[in-house]
């Protein structure tokens, strides 16, 4: 049987809808991110609805929220896409084989992520000086504070992230860059906390990155330091730190146990 275009274009798309009808995280995430932007910017507009008088001001604040949102996000790419690279190479086994320990693993990666971070946002900062006259260095060392717990968080977030990969395949790499997506609406990068629903705002607070943003917007606007965000960041990230090293070791050790680390990889 002599096969014709609309045959062949049939089958193909057939074929992508199996694969959709036998993969719910494929499905979900055609959802994700229309769902997630539509948080963040309609959570965005009613705090300006009723905020005429900080529309004026919120230009530098913006730029400045974009920026260091970005350290978050791109802390969590250095240290999750440093790991899947070496999945995607069929690296592990041939890394535990040789003196090196898990713990290194981790600290290697983090270094990687702090160099990945500043290579990537360094040009866009820079960049913001003769496009928008608008610096984020005039921060002065609060930037290095907000720098470097949302680095630390992302990094965290980042380490997490491995575990599962490392625990479930790359089946599930995407969450590399889903999920810290999803913290995005209620760590309240353009307005404050306090237009989230009430029921929402204890979980907004128990993230690093709120207090970094709420930071970010008092310097900002009113043009001093709240040390209280400062020290309730740096605690929540030991916290998380301790729990996310937990739980890659374990994972680690569960999977060697198993062989998994000769398994992995495409």
């Given at each position: 049987m002599r096969s014709t275009p609309r045959m062949r274009?049939?089958?193909?798309?057939l074929r992508h809808y199996y694969?959709?009808?036998?993969?719910?995280?494929?499905?979900?995430?055609?959802?994700?991110?229309p769902t997630i932007n539509m948080l963040v910017w309609g959570l965005t507009s009613q705090f300006l609805a009723g905020n005429s008088n900080w529309v004026a001001q919120a230009s530098g604040v913006f730029i400045g929220a974009v920026l260091l949102w970005d350290v978050l996000f791109?802390?969590?790419l250095g240290v999750a896409l440093a790991f899947?690279?070496?999945?995607?190479?069929?690296?592990?086994?041939?890394?535990?084989?040789?003196?090196?320990r898990p713990i290194e693993?981790?600290?290697?990666?983090?270094?990687?992520?702090?160099?990945?971070?500043?290579?990537g946002i360094l040009p866009a900062a820079l960049l913001a000086i003769p496009m928008f006259d608008f610096s984020i260095f005039k921060l002065g060392w609060p930037l290095l504070a907000f720098y470097a717990n949302l680095l630390f968080f992302g990094a965290v977030m980042g380490l997490a992230v491995s575990s599962l990969v490392l625990r479930f395949g790359l089946g599930a790499e995407s969450l590399a860059w889903v999920l810290i997506f999803a913290l995005a609406p209620i760590s309240c990068i353009y307005y404050p906390v306090s237009v989230l629903p009430v029921w929402l705002q204890p979980v907004s607070w128990a993230l690093p990155s709120t207090h970094v943003f709420e930071g970010?917007?008092?310097a900002m606007l009113e043009g001093r330091f709240d040390q209280g965000h400062f020290l309730s960041a740096l605690g929540l990230n030991?916290?998380?730190?301790?729990a996310a090293a937990s739980l890659f070791l374990f994972v680690f050790q569960v999977a060697r146990k198993k062989g998994l680390l000769l398994n992995v990889g495409e």
């Open positions: 274009i049939g089958a193909l798309v694969l959709f009808r036998g993969s719910w995280p494929r499905i979900l995430e055609m959802a994700y991110w791109r802390g969590n899947l690279e070496e999945m995607w190479s069929r690296n592990l086994g041939q890394l535990f084989v040789s003196p090196l693993l981790v600290a290697a990666m983090l270094i990687m992520s702090l160099l990945r971070t500043t290579v970010l917007r008092i030991a916290l998380y730190a301790v």
